[in-house]
């Protein structure tokens, strides 16, 4: 997740870095594209899981890069309704994917 966090901060595009990391780099490491492909797959499961509001705080800010002023603006909440939406998405996905992250 920080790989495709770092590549979409620089191209701004997940589909894009998701493509580029998994389906061109196939033919350099087959086996760790695989690895790699798996990983992403559960991780697109788990974020698939999560209520349409957690899904847009995290696609706002990690794929456009927004602020949480920003993306509380935008879907007419207060800052603290986003921290808390991010928070609880970020906690959720740790869950699902079973990151135990100290």
Do not use: C, T, W
Not at 4 to 30: C, T
């Amino acid at each position: 997740l920080k790989r495709i966090q770092q590549g979409v901060k620089r191209s701004n595009n997940m589909k894009e870095v998701i493509y580029q990391d998994v389906v061109l780099d196939e033919f350099s490491a087959p086996v760790l594209n695989n690895q790699r492909r798996d990983i992403i797959i559960d991780a697109i499961n788990a974020y698939l899981q999560l209520s349409e509001n957690r899904q847009e705080v995290l696609r706002l800010r990690y794929e456009k890069g927004l602020s949480s002023k920003e993306i509380a603006i935008q879907m007419g909440k207060s800052v603290n309704a986003i921290d808390k939406l991010h928070f609880d998405a970020i906690r959720q996905l740790r869950q699902l994917l079973d990151v135990n992250v100290i």
